[in-house]
């Protein structure tokens, strides 16, 4: 590894341990202060910002990715009112998680911690910067971030606001830092930085998310991708239908919890599809059908891989299927595990689902755009886990914690 990156991950672990010891009132005043200073440097966020997404589009970048690129002033005071409702949670450093007092009167507690320096890999997302380094603070933890290419002039600038909010208030520059200016090189090391970071946590396209499983000699907490799944069921109501799947299609198609399949009950099928799929089309959405599908409305075919297909587009995949158990078929068959969605009338069927689909997020009559931190009431979240070990779904606070037991006792020996 390059002797000035190994120092500057030396120098992040050793902030940690300030950080790890803070009180919630001083976290708490350092969000306080990136908040303030978010709202004050945002003409600077929107420059910087500008570049990156002139080198996007000379790049050729896609356009769903182009929108995480992107930074307006409103999304920048979305981002400080992000920080604020972090700051607003309870912090979850010591809290007791259970204890008991044994016969020989030892005393045992086990109580939530710091994982010490976190890791995060991710691309084109400059405001995951500012979600992950708030809820590192909020929780004690340092952070190594790697942004990449695309928003490395945005990200330059909010690693400055934030390493300016933690001087500000105390506590070390070094806390939050950024490897950007190693390139590729850097990721590669940071993965192989076993000993410097404990838990690494890649956030971006499959291909990323794949390359750090694969590759990373330090623990990660696997986030995924979102191949996500509405059935509407027998019995649904049409417009709410309609009214849903065009929410979690078409508000903001480029990211992981925007639906990319439709599934759509056969009785439901020669009313439903015609207005939808017109109503779809109407704000730009390719939609790619089954034959059944194809029988009731212009769209295009679908191929075997369109079911399997995260579009992070206006595009859309719709199959007609017989039943409930069909479609939980299919869903565990293309599923990546992320978030899924029943719409029905039916409180049988609607716990079926609930009991039979194994994803991170299973919904009843809603939009899956409700698959967030900041819509579950995290503030904001370091990315959604489709993993099955102690973080699955949105990651808030509590998921940025391990644990550590305390005894006390009173001059106990063991017989």
């Known amino acids: 590894m390059n002797p000035d990156f190994v120092r500057l991950l030396e120098e992040t672990r050793e902030a940690s341990q300030s950080l790890r010891t803070q009180s919630s009132a001083v976290k708490d005043e350092v969000l306080t202060r990136l ?27 896609a356009s ?11 999304r920048i005071e979305g981002l400080a009112l992000a920080v604020e409702d972090i700051r607003g949670l309870a912090d979850p450093i010591g809290q007791v998680q259970r204890g008991h007092q044994l016969p020989n009167g030892l005393r045992v507690q086990q109580v939530r911690v710091p994982f010490g320096v976190i890791g ?3 691309e084109a ?43 500000d208030c105390g506590l070390p520059r070094e806390a939050i830092s950024t490897i950007d200016e190693f390139g590729r090189e850097g990721a590669t090391w940071l993965m192989r930085a076993r000993g410097l970071i404990d838990v690494l946590i890649p956030r971006g396209s499959a291909a990323l998310i794949q390359s750090v499983v694969s590759e990373s000699q330090v623990p990660v907490i696997e ?19 309609i009214d ?22 056969r009785d439901e099928a020669a009313g439903l599809i015609p207005p939808l799929v017109d109503a779809l089309s109407a704000q730009g959405v390719s939609v790619h059908g089954c034959e059944a599908t194809q029988a009731l409305a212009s769209v295009e075919p679908a191929s075997t891989e369109d079911w399997s297909r995260e579009y992070l587009s206006l595009d859309l995949a719709m199959k007609v299927v017989d039943d409930v158990d069909e479609a939980i078929s299919h869903i565990r068959t293309y599923s990546t595990g992320h978030t899924e969605s029943i719409l029905t009338e039916s409180v049988t069927r609607a716990e079926q689902f609930l009991r039979e689909v194994d994803s991170a997020v299973v919904m009843v ?35 940025l914690t391990s644990t550590k037991w305390i005894v006390r006792g009173l001059g106990h020996t063991r017989g």
């Not at 303030?36 to 790049?59: C, F, P, T, Y």
């Not at 769903?64 to 409103?74: A, C, Q, S, Y």
């Not at 579950?376 to 979240?381: D, L, M, R, S, W």
């Open 35 to 61: 908040a303030e200073s978010l709202r004050e440097r945002s003409d600077d966020i929107v420059a910087a910002n500008a570049l990156d997404e002139q080198k996007g589009v000379a790049a050729g970048v």
């Open 64 to 74: 769903g990715l182009l929108d995480r690129l992107r930074l307006t002033p409103e």
């Open 120 to 122: 995060a890999i991710y």
């Open 125 to 167: 997302r400059p405001n995951v910067t500012v979600d992950i380094a708030a809820l590192c603070i909020k929780s004690g933890n340092a952070a190594v971030l790697r942004g990449g290419s695309l928003a490395e002039e945005s990200n330059r600038v909010l690693v400055d606001i934030i390493s300016g909010a933690l001087a």
């Open 223 to 241: 986030t995924g991708e979102g191949n996500v799944h509405i059935y509407v069921d027998h019995s649904a109501d049409h417009q709410q239908a």
């Open 244 to 265: 849903i799947v065009l929410n979690a299609k078409v508000q903001r198609p480029s990211v992981c919890n925007a639906v990319e399949t439709v599934l759509i009950h």
């Open 365 to 399: 009559n809603t939009s899956t755009r409700f698959t967030d931190g900041g819509e579950f009431g995290f503030g904001a979240e370091v990315g959604i886990s489709t993993q099955k070990l102690h973080a699955r779904g949105p990651m808030g606070l509590p998921e």
